[in-house]
C-alpha cells in the first residue's frame, strides 16, 4: 500500500511545498533586503524592515486591527450563541436552519460586503429611507468607518462561529438544562453555569475560525473602512502594490503569520480538531 | 431567555439575508436612487452588453473550472491517502494553509512568482491564479473527502482486497464510485471558493486576466451601480444553487456506505 | 491427507493485548472446521489473519503445504465471507458475484458469465441478477455473499460468524443449506461463530479458543462428551459441578425414590423448572449449596418447588479432565 500511499500523497505534497511553504520562505526572504526601484527587491541584507514594523506609527495599525478583531469576534460569539442554541434545540429542523445559516457564506464575500455598501452609503437605502420619513435631516455616516468593518466582518463570519457552536450544544444534553431550572437556576444562570461551560471547545473554535480571519481581513475594511480604516491586511496589500515596498510589506506578513500561529496553537490546544 | 430564542433567530436570520434580499429588490429598480421608481430588467440586459463583465466571467469561470479540476483530483487522492494512513505534516500543513490569511497568501505568492519569473522569463497571467488558487483550494476538498470517508465502511475495502482487486482497483472499483456524490460535492465547494476569491486573485493576475471579483471590486470602489446589483444577485443565485447541489448530493449518498 | 490449510504457531500481539497466542491446526480438504469460542476470544482475529488483513507478530500459515503469510489478500487462493456481507452497495448482483473473476482477468466475458449464472444457481438466486443489495432480504444477501466468494474456488472458505445477523428461525434453515452447500461444492470451509450450538451441529472437526489459546480440537462429539478442560466443558453445554466432578443435565437423573446402592446419589430440593420445548429443566439444589440441574424429555415437571429428589448419574457419564483445573 505505500507505493500508492506516496503516489497519491505526492502531488497535495508537492503543492503545499511550492505553492504554499517555497512563497513563505521567499517572503521571509524578501523582508531582509531592501526595496527595489521599480518595486521587488534587491541586495543589501538588512533589518531595516523590521525597524519600521515596530515604529510607533504603524503601531496603531496593529492596536486597531487587534482591537476590531477581538470585538467583531465577541460580537460573533455574543450573536452566534443564542442562534446556534436554537438550531441545536429544534427537532426537526436543524439541518434546514443549519444550512440557511451557512449559506450567504457560500456565495460571494465580496458581493455581501456590497450589498451592506448599498444599504449604509449616505446615499445608500438606510439613509434615503430615514431621509425621506423625515427623521434625520443629513445623512449619516454609516459608511467609511470602524463600526461599518465590524459590521461588515461580523456579517461575513458569524456563520462561522455558529457552525462549530452547533456541534458542540447539539451533543448537549437537553436534561442539563432542565435539571438546572428544576433546581431553581434563572435562565440566566443556566446559561452562565451550564451551558457556556460545556460548550467551551465549540466557543474557542468559533473564536478562533473567526478572530484569525479578521485580524488579516483586507475586503471589509477596505470597502466598507473606505481606506480610512486601516488595517494589517490593507498595509501590506498596500505595501506590494503602490507602495512598493515589498521588503517592509513582507516584515509585516510575516509578523501576522507569527501573530496567527500564537494565537492558533494557543487557542487550538484546547479547541476541537478541524480536519 | 429561552422564550425569545425563537424571536431572537428569527431576527438573526433577517440579519443574514435582508442585505442580499434589498440588493436583490433594489436591481429590478428602474432608477439609480435608493429610492423604488418602478420596475425593470434594464440593468440586467446592460450586464450581459457589458464586455468588460463578461470577459471577466469566462476568466473566472476558466480558472475555476480550472482550479477545481485539478484540486479535486489531487485532493481527493490525497485525503484517500490520508484516511488510510495519518501523515501529521501534511494535514497540520493543510490545516496552516486553512488558517493563513488570504493576504499574507497573496502576496507571498506574488513574490514567489515574481522571484520565479527572473530565471523563467514569464509573466503573471491566468495560469499563475490557476496555480494560486489550486493551493488554496486543496485544503477544502480534502476536508470534504475527509469527512467522507469517516463514515466509510471499510470492510468494503476488505472484501474488494479478499475477492482479489488490488490495491489501486480497490480504490478505483470500489471506493471512487461510492465517493463520488461526496467528490462531487467537494468540487462544487471548489468552484464556488475559486470563483469568488478577490485578494489572491487580484495580487497575481497579470495585465489580461482580470477576474468578474476584480471588477466588481474596482466598481464597487467607485460607487454603488445597479449594474452591479444585477450581477451580484444573478452570481448569488447561481453560486447558491450550486451549493444546494451540493449539499442534496452529500444527503443522497450518506446512506449507501455507511457502517453498519 | 495432506491438510489445505495449516497453521503454525500463529500468534498476533497488540501492544494492548495478545489476540492470538500460539496457535497450531491443519484443516482437511473438503472439510467443514468451526471455531468456536466467546467474543474476544481471538477467533476473528485468526480469520483476519488467514484472510491476509493483517500480518501474525510470528508464526506461519501455509496454503497446500505453501507458505502465504507473507502475501496479500489479492494473493491468497482464500476468500471471506464478512459477517456483514459486505455486498458493494453500487453494484448489482451478478457484478458483485463476478467482481473477483474481473480483477482476475483469466476468464473471458462470457466464461464470466457462465460461472456467475452457476454460483447464483448453487445458492438459489437466479432470478435476482440485477438487483442491488438494497433491494433484496438479509438472507438473500448472504447468498450473495456466498456466491461471490464460492465463484471463484478457493482452497478455503472463510466464514465469519455469517449466521449472526439472521432471525433464529432462518439461522436454522441456513445451518442446513450451508451444511449441504458445502458437501456440494467439496470446498473446505473455516467457519467462525460465537455459538455452540452451531459448531456442533456443522462441523466435521471444531475447535474451542479461549483467550486467545486453543483450548481443543477435535469431532464435535468428541469436544462434547469429553471435553479437556472447564472450560470447554462449560463453553460447548451446561455441566452440573458436584464435589468436583460434572455431569451434564442430560446425563443427570432425578427421581423421589433412591435408586439404591450401585450409584451414588445426593440428596436435593427441587427449586424450580424450566419448560424449554422439547423437554423440562429441573434445577435442585444441594446440601451443601451447589446447584444442580436435570434434563426431563417430557412436557411437564413431576415435582414441585421444595420436593426433597434424589440426583444421580452413570459413572461413565462424568466430565474428566486430564488436567486440575
Known sequence: MSRLRI?????????????????????????????????????????????????????????????????STFLCLALGLPLALYIARSASYKTLLLNLVMLPFWTSFLIRTYAWMFLLRDTGLINTALESLHLIRAPFPLLFNSGAVILGLV???????????YATLEKLDPSLLDAAADLGASPGISLWRVIIPLSKSGMIAGCLLVFIPCLGAFLTPDLMGGGKTVMIGNLVQNQFTTARDWPFGAAISLWLMVLVLFVTAFLGRKGEELI | MKRFLPEYAAAAYLFLYSPLVVLGIFSFNSSKVAIWRGFTWDWYIRVFQNSALLDATLNSLIIACAATLVSTIIGTLAGYALWKKRSPILTNSLYLSLMTPEIVAGVSLLAFFEWLFRFLHVQLGMHTVILAHVSFCLVYVVIVILARLRTFDSSLEEAALDLGATEWQVFRYVTVPMLLPGIIAAALLCFTVSFDDYVITSLVAGVNSETLPMVIYAMARKGVSPEVNA??????VGLGVLILLAGRLEQRSGGKARRP | MESVLELRDLTKHYPTHQAVNCISLCIKPGEFFSLVGPSGCGKTTTLRLIAGFEA?????????????????????????????????????????VAFGLERRRRESKIEIREKVKRALALVQLSGKESRLP???????????????????????????????????????QMRGELKSLQRRVGIAFLFVTHDQEEALSLSDRMAVMNGGRLEQIG???????????????????????????????????ISSN??????????????????????????????????????????????????PVYVWWHASDELHFPIND
Not at chain 1, 508537492?14 to 513563505?24: E, I, K, Q, W, Y
Not at chain 3, 471471506?80 to 457484478?95: D, E
Open chain 2, 231 to 236: 450581477l451580484s444577485v444573478m452570481i448569488t
Open chain 3, 219 to 253: 469431532a464435535p462429539r468428541e469436544l462434547y462428551q469429553q471435553p479437556k478442560s472447564r472450560f470447554a466443558a462449560e463453553f460447548l453445554g451446561e455441566v452440573n459441578w458436584i464435589n468436583g466432578t460434572g455431569v451434564r443435565p442430560e446425563a443427570t437423573r
Open chain 1, 7 to 71: 503516489a497519491f500523497l505526492t502531488p497535495t505534497a508537492a503543492v503545499m511545498g511550492l505553492l504554499f511553504f517555497a512563497p513563505l520562505l521567499i517572503v521571509f526572504a524578501y523582508s531582509f533586503l531592501t526595496r527595489g526601484a521599480y518595486g521587488g527587491v534587491m541586495r543589501p541584507w538588512t533589518l531595516e524592515a523590521y525597524d519600521r514594523v515596530f515604529d510607533p506609527l504603524y503601531g496603531h495599525i496593529l492596536w486597531r486591527s487587534l482591537w476590531i478583531a477581538a470585538v
Open chain 3, 56 to 96: 501474525p507478530t510470528s508464526g506461519e500459515i501455509l496454503l497446500n503445504g505453501n507458505s502465504v503469510t507473507s502475501l496479500p489478500p489479492y494473493r491468497r487462493d482464500v476468500n471471506t465471507v464478512f459477517q456483514s456481507y459486505a455486498l458493494f452497495p453500487h453494484l448489482t448482483v451478478v457484478q458483485n
Open chain 3, 258 to 307: 433412591s435408586p439404591g446402592d450401585s450409584v451414588s446419589s445426593f440428596t436435593a430440593v427441587v427449586e424450580g423448572s424450566t419448560f424449554l420445548g422439547d423437554c423440562v429443566h429441573v434445577q435442585t439444589r444441594l446440601p451443601d449449596g451447589a446447584q444442580c440441574t436435570a434434563e426431563l424429555r417430557r412436557q411437564e415437571c413431576p415435582f414441585r418447588t421444595g420436593d
Open chain 3, 134 to 172: 438494497s433491494q433484496i432480504s438479509g438472507g438473500e444477501r448472504q447468498r450473495v455473499a456466498l456466491a461471490r466468494s464460492l465463484v471463484l474456488e478457493p482452497q478455503v472458505l472463510l466464514l465469519d460468524e455469517p449466521l449472526s445477523a439472521l432471525d433464529p428461525k432462518l439461522r436454522k
Open chain 1, 155 to 165: 456579517y461575513g463570519y458569524l456563520p462561522f462561529m455558529v457552525l462549530p457552536l
